[in-house]
Every structure is written in C-alpha cells, then in structure tokens.
T-cell receptor, first 115, second 118 residues
C-alpha cells in the first residue's frame, strides 16, 4: 500500500532561517505530489503540486519543493522563514492511476517560527 | 466567493445520538469528499462522490453514511455516534479533469466541523 512519511512532527526555526520539511513516499511509479498548509482553526489549502514536467515546483508564499524520483522524496523548502509561516504542513500523494481526491496524507509537520 | 461551506462548525453529541454534517460548494465541482482529522494521524478519507447520486467508500467508512442528492451538496451522517468518532471533519471538492487542467487534482477544503461525542 502507498504511504507518505513526514519526518518530524514538529519543526522549529528562527525567523529568517531556512525552512526544510521532509516528505518521502512509497511508490514504484511516480505519483502526483502535493503540499498543503493548515493555519490554526482553518481548512487545508494548496501550497504547491507536482504532476509532470519540471521537478522543481514553486508555490505560494515563497515555498518550493523538488521531486526527486531516485530518493522518492518531495521536500518543502523556503529560504527565509516568516512568523506568518507558523502552521501545520501536510504532504500528500495521489497514487498513479488513482482517483482524484483519494489522496494519501502524511501525518503532518507543525512548523513553529521563533522571533 | 464562498467556496466550500460546512455546517455546523461545532457539535457535541451523546453516545448513540445521530446527526448530519452538511457540505455545500458553489464551484460546480464534480467530486466531493469527507475526511476526518485526528491528532498525529493526518487526514483520512471517509467517503467520496464522483457525481450527483454516486458515492463510494474511502479508507475509514465504518459508522458513517453519505448522500449526494444534489451536485452542490454532500451530507455525512452518523446514525449512532460513538466516542471514537470525536474528530474534526473536513469536506473538500475538486474538478473532474485531466492533469493538464490547472485546477485538476487540487482539493478545496471547507473550514472544518469539530464533533465531540461524550
């Protein structure tokens, strides 16, 4: 069965520091890959997605992620953290050939940003 | 531009009571979904629908029923609530499209409904 692993349930960085949130998936065929963000007491919203094409994907709020097939990874980065980035981040995959919305979500990584 | 609206936002039930969560979307999306979110578990798919009048089971369907009588609405029912169903429930919707369509594969989520079963 497909799975998504997010390393670290909590990540803390200082304002202005690099943000790196890790995501690995298990799949023999590259799936569609997503990062969603959830701010407190809100629903999830899409940060970025990879379906086909360029492996470096840029999203909203300065985030980007790189699909690395050889490492089965899709890590999320941002060069300089801002206080407003504090939220929970979810990596998700749609298995190849799977139905839309049958996304498999990771367990989430809560990002804290220290002043 | 409402997007996906869930009602109610909060509800407290006693074990054995029934209730229905309502999800409404105004984007003319074909697909709709119900997820539950539990601490440390991520989101898990309960049921989904690929069109009016059709529903299908997700990863954790037991104890829930759904109906999609109108394209814009997707109802989640609990016939006999149990404490294990205490959770935050999210509705989402999406286009039925190919990967080349800009909105394809992207879910729009509601703000969530927090349910507590005592």
């Amino acid at each position: 069965a497909q799975s998504v692993t997010q390393l670290g349930s909590h990540v803390s960085v200082s304002e202005g520091a690099l943000v790196l949130l890790r995501c690995n998936y298990s799949s023999s065929v590259p799936p569609y890959l997503f990062w969603y963000v959830q701010y407190p007491n809100q629903g999830l919203q899409l940060l970025l997605k990879y379906t086909t094409g360029a492996t470096l994907v840029k999203g909203i709020n300065g985030f980007e992620a790189e699909f690395k097939k050889s490492e089965t990874s899709f890590h999320l980065t941002k060069p300089s953290a801002h206080m407003s980035d504090a939220a929970e981040y979810f990596c998700a995959v749609r298995p190849y050939g799977g139905s839309q919305g049958n996304l498999i979500f990771g367990k989430g990584t809560k990002l804290s940003v220290k002043p | 531009n409402a997007g996906v609206t869930q009602t109610p936002k909060f509800r407290v039930l006693k074990t054995g009571q029934s209730m229905t969560l309502l999800c409404a979307q105004d984007m003319n999306h074909e697909y709709m979904y119900w997820y539950r979110q539990d601490p440390g578990m991520g989101l898990r798919l309960i049921h989904y629908s690929v069109g009016e009048g059709t529903t299908a089971k997700g990863e954790v369907p037991d104890g829930y029923n759904v109906s999609r009588l109108k394209k814009q609405n997707f109802l989640l029912g609990l016939e006999s609530a149990a404490p294990s169903q205490t959770s935050v429930y999210f509705c989402a919707s999406s286009w039925n499209g190919t990967a080349t369509r800009s909105g394809a594969n992207v879910l729009t989520f509601g703000a969530g409904s927090r349910l507590t079963v005592l």
